[in-house]
């Protein structure tokens, strides 16, 4: 859906800097949320976001930081990249009801170097 | 722990052969249910939802509150169905399952 969008595409670092990741999102969803995805382990949630100025831990948050000022946007930082942390990053929003869908933006693939 | 699970990490079936992917939840009450689907190199998005009924690309998925499952199905598997399929997670928590990689050979 052209409502959520993800910059950069791809993202070449190198171990131990600092990266940002950005998602925007013109629905006004209440909920955000930041997944990381590799061969084998599927999706994982890094962090999610109920609401401005709220966040929540997801699955494997260590090393990650997020922010969520504004509703639209919800951007996540690698404080200082490690080849681990080298994976497609998908972020993804939904309205506040219970059976609402995710939609999903079309992913950051970031290579720590 | 409320989640959901899907046995089959890789499935693989020919060319018009009925398709069926397993996805089984551990939770009370009554989920809304979703399923998604990655084609390559895409993002994911939603394939249907029980809720609906509905009927996408020849899936369907009924929801069976006995077995607490939400099984997705397709009589004739079409080489554009190979994909990644998500059972999506509850809202409780929004942890997805490793999915079920779905190859259909020629």
């Known amino acids: 859906d052209a409502g959520i969008t993800q910059s950069p595409r791809y993202k070449i670092t190198e171990t131990g800097r600092q990266v940002t990741l950005m998602c925007h999102q013109t629905w006004s969803h209440s909920y955000m949320f930041w997944y990381r995805q590799d061969l084998g382990h599927g999706l994982r949630l890094i962090y999610y976001?109920?609401?401005?100025?709220?966040?929540d831990k997801g699955e494997v948050p260590d090393g990650y930081v997020v922010s969520r000022s504004k509703t639209e946007n919800f951007p996540l930082t690698l404080e200082s990249a490690t080849r681990s942390q080298t994976s497609v990053y998908f972020c993804?929003?939904?309205?506040?009801?219970?059976?609402?869908?995710?939609?999903f933006g079309n992913g950051t693939r970031l290579t720590v170097t | 722990a409320q989640r959901v699970t899907q046995p089959e990490k890789l499935l693989s079936v020919f060319k018009g052969a009925p398709v069926e992917l397993k996805c089984n939840y551990s939770y009370s009450g009554s989920p809304e249910l979703f399923w998604y689907v990655q084609y390559s190199r895409q993002r994911l998005q939603l394939l249907l939802r029980h809720i609906s009924r509905e009927s996408i690309k020849g899936f369907t998925a009924d929801l069976n509150k006995g077995e607490t499952s939400f099984h997705l199905k397709k009589p004739f598997a079409q080489e554009e169905d190979s994909a990644m399929y998500y059972c999506a997670p509850p809202r409780q928590n929004f942890v997805f399952g490793p999915g079920t990689r779905l190859s259909v050979l020629p």
């Open positions: 976001s109920a609401a401005a100025d709220i966040t």
């Open positions: 993804a929003s939904s309205e506040t009801s219970y059976n609402s869908p995710l939609h």
